[in-house]
């Protein structure tokens, strides 16, 4: 049968990356996608003795995801864990009084649409596995954002599109429940990334002000590490779960 198989988008960088590497080193073979060509991801996977599928595509074009999927099939012949994970914050932060609509297309196309059918395609191919009596786990997992329930009115699709992937979540778990595909969402506070490198002054402020009760920026890591709880089968009878990964931003604390 082989080692499992994960398949991360956004998988050249930042989270995604981390993801990558770490359910490796839990014994899975990785497909790393992404627009760019995922290099530096690959050699990190095989470093740690799995084997990587390198697949440049976007996630919002159906055939760049039927594409990736096949190959996919053609490489190891199965799928265990997807990982959506790619996403995109606004190019410029909008009032939400004047914001276009070319943003939120954008935004919500590969924050929302984009996983959304990735996951309506995977899962039909996990549930095809278990009718030929594959019984190991399988899991998707998405990764959406504290933005999901905090309103940011300077990006509000990114706020919207976070959202989505939260209930896409929930309406995921239900249908696939019956088939033991379990379904989860992490949620990410503010996390050390590229995408957040430009507001760096204003979370080191608020952090230490005690925006988090944690009070430092989350790593990639830490959101890996939820990742990979999930990717082993640890919440079998959870599914639908939300975890939080952001040093305790949801709670309110007075």
Same mark, same amino acid.
């Given at each position: 049968?082989?080692?499992?198989?994960?398949?991360?988008?956004?998988?050249?960088?930042?989270?995604?990356?981390?993801?990558?590497?770490?359910?490796?080193?839990?014994?899975?073979?990785?497909?790393?996608?992404?627009?760019?060509?995922?290099?530096?991801?690959?050699?990190?996977?095989?470093?740690?003795?799995?084997?990587?599928?390198?697949?440049?595509?976007?996630?919002?074009?159906?055939?760049?995801?039927?594409?990736?999927?096949?190959?996919?099939?053609?490489?190891?012949?199965?799928?265990?864990?997807?990982?959506?994970?790619?996403?995109?914050?606004?190019?410029?932060?909008?009032?939400?009084?004047?914001?276009?609509?070319?943003?939120?297309?954008?935004?919500?196309?590969?924050?929302?649409?984009?996983?959304?059918?990735?996951?309506?395609?995977?899962?039909?191919?996990?549930?095809?596995?278990?009718?030929?009596?594959?019984?190991?786990?399988?899991?998707?997992?998405?990764?959406?954002?504290?933005?999901?329930?905090?309103?940011?009115?300077?990006?509000?699709?990114?706020?919207?599109?976070?959202?989505?992937?939260?209930?896409?979540?929930?309406?995921?778990?239900?249908?696939?429940?019956?088939?033991?595909?379990?379904?989860?969402?992490?949620?990410?506070?503010?996390?050390?990334?590229?995408?957040?490198?430009?507001?760096?002054?204003?979370?080191?402020?608020?952090?230490?002000?005690?925006?988090?009760?944690?009070?430092?920026?989350?790593?990639?890591?830490?959101?890996?590490?939820?990742? %990979?709880?999930? %990717?082993?089968?640890?919440?079998?009878?959870?599914?639908?779960?939300?975890?939080?990964?952001?040093?305790?931003?949801?709670?309110?604390?007075?």
């Amino acid at each position: 049968m082989g080692a499992p198989v994960a398949m991360v988008t956004g998988a050249a960088r930042g989270i995604g990356a981390a993801i990558a590497v770490k359910l490796a080193g839990n014994g899975m073979d990785v497909a790393a996608f992404d627009i760019v060509e995922p290099v530096e991801t690959v050699q990190s996977v095989e470093k740690k003795g799995r084997n990587a599928l390198a697949i440049v595509g976007d996630v919002t074009c159906p055939d760049d995801r039927a594409s990736a999927l096949e190959k996919i099939r053609e490489t190891f012949n199965r799928l265990d864990v997807l990982v959506n994970n790619a996403g995109v914050a606004p190019k410029v932060r909008a009032d939400i009084l004047e914001a276009g609509e070319e943003s939120y297309d954008r935004v919500m196309e590969i924050n929302l649409k984009g996983p959304y059918f990735l996951t309506q395609a995977a899962a039909n191919w996990m549930i095809r596995r278990r009718s030929d009596r594959s019984d190991g786990w399988m899991c998707i997992v998405n990764i959406s954002s504290c933005s999901a329930y905090a309103a940011s009115p300077y990006r509000g699709e990114y706020c919207l599109s976070k959202a989505g992937v939260s209930m896409a979540t929930k309406l995921y778990a239900a249908r696939l429940a019956e088939y033991e595909i379990g379904v989860y969402e992490i949620r990410p506070g503010i996390i050390e990334t590229d995408m957040t490198s430009a507001v760096r002054d204003k979370y080191d402020k608020l952090i230490a002000e005690g925006l988090t009760p944690i009070r430092r920026w989350g790593q990639p890591q830490d959101v890996a590490d939820a990742v %990979a709880a999930c %990717a082993r089968g640890d919440f079998k009878f959870s599914t639908g779960e939300v975890i939080n990964v952001d040093g305790g931003f949801h709670m309110r604390t007075l």
